[in-house]
């Protein structure tokens, strides 16, 4: 997997429609859950869980015994991409393999909502490759703790969940365009036809907030004059959807 400060490649899609597939929303246990959404071009995972407790996601798994497989991890120190191995905590895919770029991490009535992005395929063996093929299962083992500090978890804070990447579950969305790319003063953002208006959030890839804004049809270029040289991502929504983009800014 690349660093997350190697630039990235922004993959713009067409004016027009994208299919997708999603596994839904996936609750394992009262207050702890995620969603997996994936388009041909990335995967938005959304976890949600206590404000102050951990939860460990493990993909295409059906035992802690799936050494090398994939698991998603979130706890006071932030989201981090780790693999099974053997019947132990999961280890830490190490800082130059943290592929997941969280785009969004709000608290609201002590309920925390994590979204973060990755490629659908990162090159690493221990990361599970999504697909947007239509009725694949993708078994989920699960862990979580009360406290903020990933740890043991007790025995009735585990199990498995079996899921599916489907179209079923997820429409197909507009997609907005986001030009020039890479950027040197300013950005475009060009609406479809069918929505006037979105939030605009603009987080370095070190999840700071760099912008928060309102566009609309008539309102809609960024001043990116002042943004440091680097790669930024923006989450573009509304009140039915949200998508992802990456920047560059030379």
Not at 86 to 107: E, F, H, L
Not at 165 to 172: D, F, M, N
């Amino acid at each position: 997997m690349k660093k997350i400060t190697f630039i990235l490649t922004l993959l713009i899609s067409s004016y027009g429609f994208a299919q997708n597939v999603s596994t839904g929303q996936v609750t394992f246990t009262t207050g702890y859950s995620v969603e997996f959404d994936v388009t041909s071009t990335e995967v938005t995972m959304t976890m949600i869980l206590p404000k102050l407790a951990w939860l460990a996601v493990a993909l295409d798994a059906s035992s802690m015994g799936n050494a090398n497989k994939d698991v998603v991890v979130y706890d006071s120190t932030g989201l981090q991409d780790r693999h099974l191995s053997g019947y132990t905590m999961p280890q830490t895919d190490g800082t130059s393999n943290q592929n997941w770029a969280v785009t969004s991490n709000t608290v609201t009535n002590e309920v925390r909502t994590v979204v973060a992005t990755r490629a659908l395929s990162t090159g690493d063996v221990k990361d599970y490759v999504f697909t947007t093929t239509n009725g694949i299962g993708l078994p989920l083992l699960w862990a979580k703790g009360d406290t903020g500090n990933l740890s043991k978890h007790g025995t009735g804070d585990k199990g498995a969940k079996n899921s599916t990447l489907g179209t079923a579950a997820i429409a197909t969305l507009p997609e907005f365009k986001v030009y020039p790319n890479p950027t040197l003063r300013a950005l475009n953002v060009e609406f479809p036809a069918s929505i006037q208006k979105a939030s605009v959030s603009v987080y370095s890839v070190l999840g700071s907030l760099v912008l928060q804004t309102e566009l609309d049809q008539f309102n809609s270029k960024i001043n990116t004059s002042e943004w440091n040289t680097g790669v930024y991502i923006m989450n573009i929504s509304t009140p039915n959807f949200s998508q992802t983009k990456r920047i560059i800014k030379q």
